[in-house]
């Protein structure tokens, strides 16, 4: 499973690589054709008679100083590139979903989110944040002053719950 995984992984990587090379490729092409173009502003020397650009009043002279050649945006590659992004994209959209269906997002939850759970008044929402404080409680990773210094009421929330009235928010080892 782990082999399978990995080779999804490694062609999702290849196949956005591909992608980003061909939509990159595809909007700066090289340049084709002979038409002389001033580098500091594009502006078409064709026909120039002088040594200065008209447009912006560079030296065309100097060596590098003319382009030669016109980029042309290739729309199928950029087409072929998008898609390929996409595609890349949403398989690993997918795996990604599925690596987080596994996670029990409920042990990264804040405590006082967990005491709000625990003073809610759903039972099955109330024993899965007991559980959880009982579990932090134990591996010594929960505040120990969330647990022991309940909110103002909530004693008196819980005791007025027959399933909770014995927790009173003390989460102690079994």
């Known amino acids: 499973m782990a082999t399978l995984a990995?080779?999804?992984s490694v062609s999702l990587a290849a196949l956005w690589v591909t992608g980003a090379w061909l939509l990159f490729t595809g909007?700066?092409?090289q340049r084709l054709g002979s038409t002389p173009f001033c580098r500091?502003?594009?502006y078409n020397l064709t026909g120039l008679s002088g040594s200065r650009c008209p447009e912006c009043g560079a030296d065309v002279t100097q060596p590098g100083a003319v382009l030669v050649g016109e980029r042309v945006v290739r729309r199928g590659?950029?087409?072929v590139g998008l898609a390929a992004l996409l595609l890349a994209m949403a398989g690993?959209?997918?795996i990604g979903i599925g690596a987080a269906r596994g996670v029990d997002?409920?042990?990264l939850k804040p405590t006082f989110l967990v005491l709000v759970d625990l003073n809610s008044g759903q039972s099955s929402r109330a024993w899965?944040?007991?559980s959880e404080l009982q579990r932090r409680y134990l591996a010594h990773t929960c505040p120990s002053t969330r647990i022991r210094n309940p909110s103002p009421g909530s004693r008196e929330r819980q005791a007025a719950r027959p399933v909770f009235a014995s927790t009173h928010v003390s989460v102690r080892p079994l």
């Open 128 to 130: 899965r944040a007991f």
């Open 27 to 29: 909007l700066r092409p």
């Open 6 to 8: 990995l080779v999804v």
């Open 40 to 42: 500091r502003c594009g």
């Open 92 to 94: 690993g959209t997918a």
């Open 105 to 107: 997002w409920y042990k």
């Open 77 to 79: 590659r950029v087409a």
